[in-house]
Every structure is written in structure tokens, then in C-alpha cells.
């Protein structure tokens, strides 16, 4: 195990012998950098990711969540504002909330009934003046001073974020403009939620961030669309980065090439068969509807989230670390309040696709865990990612890992690790 | 087959003999002939209580054609990446809760202990099947059949039916 302080102390660089990029494989078993991450990412300068304005629409809804290992609470105060609290009594540290959602007029412990409003201020403890002149508080207590530990939150189009970092930028400066953009553009519009999935994965958190930049594994993981002879390799697509490497953003437009190109193309990877047809291809049935033609995105947003849209899809999943070698996927899908009964139903109908059930995302929690069993007692070995080039570059394909650099990058700036 | 006519405790015996006979084939991975316990026109659904007691619409899986249940199958030998595992079901007594003469509504409490390749056996899903049976050709078949799974963190993968 490392200790902690020398991972920024005096931590060597990461091996990089040739053109390819080598992470060491400990970055994902060894508790050190996990403790690290705690404190320099979750607690650290870096706006998490912590739920939909559209899950608590009314006054005294809250929600419960975690950032990194920290459980908050998301509340909808009398004044319709959003606050973002640490889920811990100012007392002796028992957890406030403790259902997933709810609507309440206060936020009470029920450990000594100590009572906050829904912006955790603290507003009663019982027997502050004691009983019959016994017991009570000091004459210098002051509720004022025992909030609920409230963190700094920001609203994107209904998306809300929090960070415990009292110097770290505004929200839009930590997402930059192209993830502004790309957030705005799937948020246009009111939202209506449509249902949460969860899902355990057994590895670390970084092993996903790491799936969710990779274009690269997409057809040859997920053979759903291979499979069935749905997958269309000439499909445009592009892979770019914001300016610090932080977020990623795949995207891909419709495919317009035919079976004989693909069957060229993929005629070394297993499982490639236009045999197989699917017997009710309803599920992949749907609509255009965004005018850029845009069919696929998936944005990958440092630390804990990933905005989606397959097809009319669409879901925020928010990663939520359970020591180092697990994490849960926490699956939000939506569609739009003014959706008609049948986008409804194409939502609804498509969500087959994604999710821990899903035909075309089902295989990333298994391809986290093979990596995890592989190399939880490797000090010192290494990946090696070169696809595309090896270089931290935005690329106008999908055949490419440069996103994975870019996150490496930033995570090495943001733990102290020389370059 | 008129349902109501059927005295109650066969028609118990007959709603109950499907059930482990589902779950049998799931168990024995004979999973080419489940869908063969839906009728032509179905619904199967599974959904966490998480979602439907909050009456929102999202499923884990949801197939409304017997073709979307074949679909699955076929996803699963041929497409889909998993780790080799096993399901034993353990299905409760079942409540039938309404019979007319087209259909029977049952309830059930299951649980699915799942085995990984490890042979490690955990329990991987515990709930509810709300199942509306009804009768083709004299055999009781599925007409829906709604999976509402109290484990909502769902452990690495679901892709074997419940």
C-alpha cells in the first residue's frame, strides 16, 4: 500500500516508455489513491453531479445521494431554491435522511430530534433549556452555529451540482462551453422523469470513466447491433474533450452504409452475422428528434456523471464510489414533460436497450469486473492505450482512446501526480 | 377453457404447477422454450418496486410481443457479455386474487439465488411476480407477467429472465 502523502509528495511519473499512454494498474486497487480521490476530487475543486431539478419539483421534496463516499441531501426549500447539505446531524453526526426521497416540512434527526428547515438551519433542540432546571445546553449555544454543513450548488437546465469547495469556479467554468452546450441542447426543455435503475458494479469507479471515453470497445463489446446486423461502421462520429481534458463528449449521427461494407469491415470480429434478425424489432423503433442528426451522445462528465442519449434514450447515470474496489450506477432515464403517449412509449419501450438489463450497455459492469480481478495484485505493471494515436487529442472518428488519456491527464494534475 | 368453471383448488394446482414448471426452465437453462409459457399476446415486465410504487413507468426489461421475448433469448446466446452463472428460484405459495372466465390474477413471492462462476451463491433478487394467466388450448399460459424486484441495486448484470 502507498501512503497516502507520497502519491503528491513524491510520487513518480507514470511510466511512458513509447507512443502509447500507461496507467498503473494499483490507480485502481490501492486504497491510498482512493483516500486521495476523496479528499483532492469529491471533497475536492470539482462540481459532482448531484440529481435532477425534475425529481424534486415541489416544496419539501429531498432527495438523498452520495458525492464520492459523502452522503447529502437535496432539498426544495418554501422559497423554491435548491440546497445541497452534508446528510449529517451537526450533533453527533447521525445520517438526517434516511429514505432515498420524500417531501417534509423539516429535516429532523431521529437520533435527539434535532430539527433543521429544508436549508439546514438548525431551527429546535429539545431540552435546550433542560427539564425542571436540569440539564440544557451551555448559555453560549447558539442554534446558528450548528447548521447542516451546506455546499455550494449550482443549477445547468435543470441539472443540479454541488461542491464542497469554497474556491473552485462557477459550474459553467469547470464544465466548459462545449458541455454547457451539449447539456443545453438534450435540456431544452422541461423534463419529466420516466424511473431510476441501480446497479453494483464490483471495480473501481475509474475503470467506468474510462468505458464511457472509449468509443473504441463499442462494437466490439456490445454485440447487440452486430449481432443482429444492425451496426453501421460508417457511421460519422466524433470524440472531443473540453479545454482541461476533465469531460468527454462521443457523439454519432446515423448511419447510412450498407450490410456488404460492414460485413468487410467487421470480418474479424467475432459474433458480426447478418443471419440473426431480430423477431420484433419494435424495440429499436423511434424518432429523429434533434435537427443536428445527432443519434448518439454519450458525455462523460468528470467526476461522477454521464449524460446520455441512444436513439430516444435518454438518462443521466451517476457514479457513486464504494471504496476502491466498487462503485453503484445510478440510472436516471427521462423524456420530455410535452411528450405525446407514443414518444412515451418508444422511451419506454427503448429503455431495453440501456440500463443493468440493457442489450447495449449490460456488458460494461462485466467489463469493469475482468479488469478489476486481473490486476487487483499488480504494483507497478500497466495498461497500455494508444488507440488513435496515444495522445490526448479530439479526434473526428470513434476509433479512438484519446478521451481515456484526456481523463488520466486531469486526474494526474488534480492528485499531484508529475506529469 | 371457461376458468371459472374449474374448481378452485385445480385451478390453484394448475397456476402453481406452471409456475415451477417456469422456473424450472429458467433454472435448467432451457431457455429456448420460455417464451412457450406466454401466451401469443403478452406482456413481461421486470420492474423495481422502486419505480412502480411510485407508479413511474421504467422497466429493467419490458416485452410486449412473445418476439421481443425471443429476442432476449437469442440476445443472450449470441450477443450479450456476461459471466457464467446460475439462478435457482424459490417461488412462495400463490394467492390467486381474481378468476373470470378468460383469466386467473396470482400473486407470488419469489427469490433468485444466483451462482457465479466463483461458487459463490448470493441472493440476487427477491419480490413479486403479478402474473394474469390465462388458457390456450387447454394449457395455462402467461398473458402477462410483471417481475416487480425488491433488490433494486441490481448486482453487476441482469440479462437471465426472472
Redesign the interface.
Known sequence: MTDPETIVGDAKPWPSPDSGFRVPYEVFTDPAYYEREQESIFRGESWSFVGLEAEIPNTGDFKSTSIGEMPVIVTRDNDGAVNVMQNRCAHRGALICRE?RGNTKRLQCVYHQWAYNLKGQLKGVPFRAGIEGKGGMPDDFELADHNLNKLRAEILNGMIFASFSNTIGTLEEFLGPMMVASIKRIFNRPIE??????????GNWKLYAENTRDPYHASL?H??H???GLYRSSQTGECLMDDHHRHSMLYAKAASSSAAADSEIFKDVR?Y?EN?K???P??LAGRPEFDDGITLVIMSLFPNLVIQQIANTLAVRQTVTDGPNGF?LVWT?FGYADDDSEM?AIR??Q??LI???G?VS??D???V?IVQKAVRRERGQTSYIAMGGGKAEDAAHLVTESAIIGFWENYKSVLGIPA | MDLSTLAESHLQFRVERLLAEYVQCIDDDRLEAWPDYFAAECVYK???L??TS?G?????????????L??RV??LR??????RHQYRHIVSSTLLTDISRASVSARSHYVVYRTRGNGVTELFSAGVYEDKIVSVDSELKFAEKLVIYDT????????TPL
Open positions: 432515498r422523469v420516466l424511473g431510476d435503475q441501480r446497479q453494483y458494479i464490483h463489446l454485440l447487440f452486430t449481432t443482429f459474433s452475422d440473426f431480430l423477431a420484433d419494435s424495440v453503484e432515464h412515451r419506454i419501450k429503455s431495453n440500463g443493468p438489463a442489450y449490460m456488458e459492469g462485466e467489463a469486473e | 421486470i420492474a423495481a422502486e419505480n411510485r413511474l413507468p421504467l422497466a429493467a426489461i419490458f416485452c410486449d410481443s412473445k418476439g421481443m425471443v429476442d437469442v440476445s449470441k450477443a450479450n457479455i456476461f459471466e433494486d441495486r441490481v448486482d453487476t448484470l441482469l440479462v
